[in-house]
Every structure is written in structure tokens, then in C-alpha cells.
Antibody
């Protein structure tokens, strides 16, 4: 069974940093591209960042460029999102998602999400 | 950036009726790389359709997708009570991989 479990969310002050983790199991992690998608409270879905199987290709939304860094460790079946210079508008549930196709970034499995709250 | 517009914002229907949801892109979506997701309150999104018209694993055949270029449609042939939810389209042909604002299907 595919499982994606996010961790690392919490309350942080504006300008602060946080590192999210996603632990994957139930599939061959190194064979799939992975992504972060977020959802602000009561709002729609927003794609954040994607990383290819071997980390060769990384894509980011303009809203997080220069502040967030996606990475993965295939040996640990894990993906990460380093978030710096956090703003109030980054407050959201952050979902770890899997992309099933090579070079095709839609999302067939979603984690339960981790809440990031940016507030003073 | 490809901007996706979904219409209507809210669709009020009854069980057994047909639902037609629209997703329009500001420019052509490469290779019809368009997906649809369903999200119920308090739940994570679920993939319904990818590549504009391919149903994801386990999705009932009352859900169908169509379209190409800039105009895409999700059709639910006969609404079941569990289908009342918010539906999002997403294009993944060109980064940034954008979502539409969603269509709420309610009773």
C-alpha cells in the first residue's frame, strides 16, 4: 500500500524557517517524481514544487522561488522541503504527492498533509 | 504561466442528474496534459482523470473527461450522493503546473 507521511509542520514567525519531510513507503521511491502541493485554509490547491526521480529536474512555483528548496534522498525513501523567509501567505496544509509517469507531473497519491502556520 | 478558469463556480444539482464542469486554459495545454481531482470536506484530493480523458485506477465510469487545446470538460453522468464535492483541474504540460480555482458541486 502506498503511504506518504508528512512531518515538520508547525507555527513559525514571519521570516523564519521550517523543514518539511515526506516519508514514502509501499512503492519503489526512486522510480517516481515527487511533489509538494499546498492548500491555504478554506482555499484551493496550489502546486509548490516538483523533483524528478534522480533530482535532475526541479520545478518551482514563482511564489516560492528563492525561498523554498525541494530535495530528496532515495536511500531514505524521503523527500524534503526547506522553507526559508516564510510569509503569512505561506500558511497552508502542505501535501506530499507522487507523480506516476516519467516527466508527467500529475498526482496519483497524496499524503494527509502537514499544517504550516506563519504568524507572529 | 497557464491560467486555468473553471466554470461554474458552484453547480447545484440533485442525485441522478448529469454534471458538466468546464476548465478553460489561457493557452493550449501541451499534449492534453490535464488532470481532474475531487476533494470532499476534510479529505485529501483524489485523482479522477489524467491526460484529459483517462480514468485513474478505481474511478467509476460515471466520471469522464474530454477536451483538448484550451477547453476541457469533466462529466459526471449520474450524480451519486458521494459525488458532491469540489473539483479541480490541473495542467501539467508546462511548469508552473497550475490548478484551477475549483467547481463546487452541491445539492
Amino acid at each position: 500500500e502506498v503511504q506518504l507521511v508528512e512531518s515538520g509542520g508547525g507555527l513559525v514567525k514571519p521570516g523564519g524557517s521550517l523543514r518539511l519531510s515526506c516519508a514514502a513507503s509501499g512503492f519503489i521511491f526512486s522510480g517516481y517524481s515527487m511533489n509538494w502541493v499546498r492548500q491555504a485554509p478554506g482555499k484551493g490547491l496550489e502546486w509548490v514544487s516538483s523533483i524528478s526521480r534522480s533530482s535532475d529536474y526541479i520545478y518551482q512555483a514563482d511564489s516560492v522561488k528563492g525561498r523554498f528548496t525541494i530535495s530528496r534522498d532515495n536511500a531514505k525513501n524521503s523527500m524534503y522541503l526547506q522553507m526559508n523567509s516564510l510569509r503569512a501567505e505561506d500558511t497552508a496544509v502542505y501535501y506530499c504527492t507522487r507523480s506516476p509517469g516519467v516527466g508527467t507531473y500529475y498526482f496519483d497519491y497524496w499524503g494527509q498533509g502537514t499544517l504550516v502556520t506563519v504568524s507572529s | 504561466e497557464i491560467v486555468l478558469t473553471q466554470s461554474p463556480g458552484t453547480l447545484s444539482l440533485s442525485p441522478g442528474e448529469r454534471a458538466t464542469l468546464s476548465c478553460r486554459a489561457s493557452q493550449s495545454v501541451t499534449s492534453s496534459f490535464l488532470a481532474w481531482y475531487q476533494q470532499k470536506p476534510g479529505q485529501t484530493p483524489r485523482l479522477l482523470i489524467y491526460a484529459a480523458s483517462s480514468r485513474a485506477t478505481g474511478i467509476p465510469d460515471r466520471f469522464s473527461g474530454s477536451g483538448s487545446g484550451t477547453d476541457f470538460t469533466l462529466t459526471i453522468s449520474r450524480l451519486e450522493p458521494e459525488d458532491f464535492a469540489v473539483y479541480y483541474c490541473q495542467q501539467y504540460g508546462t511548469s508552473p503546473f497550475t490548478f484551477g480555482p475549483g467547481t463546487k458541486v452541491d445539492i
